[in-house]
């Protein structure tokens, strides 16, 4: 993190364009509820993934703090902070659909649950994802479906290419066992906040049907 924060001195951080900004804002909060913070960062160096602003730079210097000093930049409390390449904010749909898988992978690795469902739990919620991308509320925003999931399924992809799982099926839409749904947008939420309810939800959907398989024994 010493290198984020070498970064942020040399000047090779700096906040993104205000609309640009505002517009990704919406589109991302559309599918995760979360404040975020859209910085671009140079092409010389490499992209940081999506961190939170309670992220530890180095002892007593959080990067929500770094951020508020060296960029004057206001950054919610809970807030997502993503950094990237000029380039990789030409087609905001297909930011935002990176993006996007780039938090659920995040939410589902802080959730309490088996590790072994984790991958369902993530083709079961960038299914979700897809479909709401098609709905009427998301074109309204000028959303691109089509670009939102070439994003989101390039992310998917090189993270369990990373991970050596291959996946090679489309995300599944069916109302299979122990299937998150997506957390409510009432409100804005910090990452933890998120990866809790999904953890709750993939309890409560598993232990319905863990009950009906116990009563089907039963009887």
Not at 53 to 81: C, Q, R
Not at 82 to 91: G, N, T
Not at 148 to 162: P, Q
Not at 173 to 191: E, I, K, Q, V, Y
Request: net charge negative.
């Amino acid at each position: 993190m010493k290198t984020l924060l070498h970064a942020l001195w040399d000047g090779a951080v700096r906040p993104c364009a205000p609309a640009r900004a505002e517009t990704f804002d919406r589109l991302l909060s559309h599918f995760v509820p979360v404040e975020s913070v859209l910085l671009t960062i140079d092409e010389t160096q490499v992209q940081p993934r999506a961190l939170s602003e309670d992220t530890n730079l180095v002892s007593g210097i959080t990067l929500g703090d770094a951020i508020a000093e060296e960029l004057d930049v206001d950054v919610p409390y809970g807030a997502v902070i993503l950094i990237r390449h000029e380039a990789a904010l030409d087609d905001l749909s297909h930011a935002a659909g990176q993006a996007v898988a780039e938090l659920a992978i995040a939410m589902v690795g802080r959730a309490p649950m088996p590790a072994a469902r984790r991958d369902a739990v993530l083709m079961e919620l960038a299914s979700l994802y897809a479909l709401k991308a098609e709905g009427d509320a998301a074109r309204a925003l000028g959303l691109d479906p089509v670009a939102f999931c070439k994003g989101m399924s390039d992310l998917f992809r090189a993270h369990w290419s990373r991970a050596g799982t291959v996946r090679g099926a489309s995300p599944r839409t069916d109302a299979a066992r122990g299937r998150p749904s997506l957390p409510a947008t009432r409100s804005r939420l910090s990452l933890q906040d998120i990866s809790t309810e999904i953890a709750t939800r993939y309890a409560m959907a598993n232990r319905g049907t863990a009950d009906v398989d116990a009563r089907s024994r039963i009887n």
